[in-house]
């Protein structure tokens, strides 16, 4: 079998399409000094870069500081999903008469460690650099930093040394998490999500500061394998990007699962104490933890790659234009995409800039008037990161939400109606008794198409990408009324909404 990127998710099957190093003696390619392409970082956005350059005709090489397959492959989209996994597929169980009464036990947490090192390849990349060499993508091994114009330094065990770029260089180095200035913070040792996926025991208590997607997916993943957890968030509600709704029906679950949840809370001081950690909060509530996991969202990875040398200021994002090149630059040989842009910071989104990227530079460099022209919704633009980006939150319920919420769309200045509804159909009773869940749909009244939609509830994920489609395609609503949903299916819901919404 082809070698297979376990989140670039490009398969090259060699031959005609493997591109212009295929075959190739990989160390020779790995000394060369000239590419078609240098991608600096290699996470599924670099990935897919090189990829797509590769499919286009070009010599890519991707330079990684760390591991091939960046942060989602090890540290965090997949282990904390392999985290979360089996606590909701346990409760999941428990939901169904009959089923709950054969499920006794708790979970085997030595199992699902194990299952999480599995999921995270042990932390190796050999199975991702084997999928990229054999698809014709050199790969250097190394910390890169731009110096000129199409010029990239390498620097690694051995020294350093020069490569340039006949075409591009794209900027693919992804994000780091950011520390909230609390007093003390820094004079302990605490952990980041990278602590929080790969870690090899339950602690006994764990603080968790922040409530978005990583507070709360990893707040529940260590509470259903044993932790007794706090969860501190400064808002007023978790999930704040998220309508209100999905939030609260989150905190509720957490809850559920024996989370404290404190709302409208900073923490005042940190400090260390002996056998773990004290926390006080600003209403003088004291805390005590054995790990305090710091999720106050990221910054990205722009400190240290020589922005300053082309007039770009270090530590900002690399703002890009739909194509994904970066603007303000002369020249045509600077793109970027993933994290590093701010512009979507999901793996999906990611890596759909990342194919727009490649198809570009091989499209200009091609001479294809439709890849310099960049126009919407051409496979040469990220047009979709304007309007519709998926995304799950893999909490128990699950948060499932693509568009505008409600007050995003109003402040865009739509015109919109709200049909707000509980999930109650044919489909959610069988799935669960007691089935919980809410679902409100945004439309455009100028239009009469989705521009919103959001779903929370139990399992609710797959339901995500119709809601994906009716925007992106700008389905009008009368011709929505007739995607007929199969019965007893949750996907009835959408019957409830367009009912409810007066068809
Ligand atoms: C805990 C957690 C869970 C998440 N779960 C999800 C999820 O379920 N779904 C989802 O869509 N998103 C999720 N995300 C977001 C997702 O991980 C990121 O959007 C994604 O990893 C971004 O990919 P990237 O390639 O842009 O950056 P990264 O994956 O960070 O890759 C950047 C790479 O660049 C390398 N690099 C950096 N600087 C240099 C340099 N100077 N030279 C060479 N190499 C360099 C790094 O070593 C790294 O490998 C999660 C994030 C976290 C923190
Ligand atoms: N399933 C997924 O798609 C998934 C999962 C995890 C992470 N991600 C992505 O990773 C990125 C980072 O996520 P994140 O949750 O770290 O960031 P975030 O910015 O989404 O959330 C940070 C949270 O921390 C809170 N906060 C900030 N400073 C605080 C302070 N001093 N005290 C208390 N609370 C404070 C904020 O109110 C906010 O709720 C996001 O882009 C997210 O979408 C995605």
Known sequence: MHPRSQNGDVELPGGARCGALCGVDQ???EHQTEFDVIVIGGGAVGENV???????GLRAVIVEAELLGGECSYWACMPSKALLRPGSALAAARRVPGAREAVTGRLDVAEVLKERDAIASDWKDDGQLDW??????????GTARITGPRRVRV????????????QAVVVCTGSAPRT???PGLDEIRTWTSRDATSARSVPRRLAVLGGGPVGVELAQAWARLGSNVTLINGGPRLLQSFEDFAGELVAEGLREDGVEVLLDTTLERVGAEAGGIALRTDEGRRIKADELLVATGRSPATHAIGLDVVGLTPGEPLRVDDSGQVTGIEGSWLYAAGDVTGRAPLTH???????VVGDVIAGRAAGTPEARSASPWSRFAATADHTAVPQVVFTDPEVAAVGFTADAARQAGLRTRVVDLDIAVGGSSVHAKDYRGRARMVVDEDRRVLVGVTFAGYDVAELLHAATIAIVGEVPIDRLWHAVPAYPTISEVWLRLLEKYGL
């Open 180 to 182: 909230p200035p609390i």
């Open 349 to 355: 989104q990611g890596k759909y800039a990342a194919r």
């Open 50 to 56: 090189a990829a797509r350059a590769v499919q286009g």
């Open 132 to 141: 990229a060499r054999s698809s014709g993508i050199a790969v250097i091994k």
């Open 27 to 29: 160390k020779k390619i």
């Open 155 to 166: 620097e690694d065990a051995d020294g350093t040394r020069e490569i340039t770029a006949v």
